[in-house]
């Protein structure tokens, strides 16, 4: 059972916009704003697309967007885009006893 | 080009050991946290453990906590796990990620470890 808990599945047409909700607790996402997001399509290494809750690196796209309430953290992808169908992780620190922990994982089906 | 590639992965039955290695270019080496992760077949990511910039202070996930050892070479720019009293559920892809902050921002393609009989 994954530390964070994200929805095993999402989805939603090209051009709207979709959020994966991701929930952990006030010893991680509650805490510290060190929540990453990582993109992966099938049969290959996953990819950074948010880090530090709401930073986007170098040559990601805009549509994907982070942010954070308490203790859960959501991703949001506007526009969406055929390409945009994947596998999608969050990952937060927890302090040194823990270091990180991931989601289990959300799907993408973009219709 | 900023790279990761990992090697040493394979057969190995349960009880076995097995050692990983991770081979990095274009970026400075001994200036960053490393990282391994894995992933099951058909299963989410799972952190294994990290190793700091100098080696001096590694961390581990609590099931590989005393058969697993992350190393560094700096001079070589490579990054290793030492893999000991494997088990079935020790099969996955392993990934070897380079840190930034709390996040892994470059990551190898992976080496797959199957632990069997």
């Known amino acids: 059972q994954s530390a964070l808990n994200q929805p095993a599945s999402v989805s939603g047409s090209p051009g709207q916009s979709i959020t994966i909700s991701c929930t952990g607790t006030?010893?991680?996402?509650?805490?510290?704003?060190?929540v990453s997001w990582y993109q992966q399509h099938p049969g290959k290494a996953p990819k950074l697309i948010i880090s530090d809750v709401n930073k986007r690196p170098s040559g990601v796209s805009n549509r994907f967007s982070g942010s954070k309430s308490g203790n859960t953290a959501s991703l949001t992808i506007s526009g969406l885009q055929a390409e945009d169908e994947a596998d999608y992780y969050c990952c937060s620190y927890g302090g040194s006893d823990t270091f990180v922990s991931f989601g289990g994982g959300t799907k993408l089906t973009v219709l | 080009e900023v790279q990761l590639l990992e090697s040493g992965g394979g057969l190995v039955q349960p009880g076995g050991s097995l050692r990983l290695s991770c081979a990095a270019s274009g970026f400075t080496f001994k200036t960053n946290g490393m990282s391994w992760v894995r992933q099951a077949p058909g299963k989410g990511l799972e952190w294994v453990s990290t190793?700091?910039?100098?080696?001096?202070?590694?961390y581990y996930a609590d099931s590989m906590k005393g058969r697993f050892i992350i190393s560094r070479d700096n001079s070589k720019n490579t990054l290793f796990v030492q893999m000991n009293s494997l088990r079935a559920e020790d099969t996955a892809i392993y990934y070897c990620?380079?840190?930034?902050?709390?996040?892994?921002?470059?990551w190898g393609q992976g080496t797959m470890v199957t632990v069997s009989s």
């Open positions: 006030s010893s991680d996402i509650g805490t510290y704003n060190l």
């Open positions: 190793i700091s910039a100098t080696g001096a202070v590694t």
């Open positions: 990620a380079k840190l930034q902050s709390k996040a892994f921002d470059i």
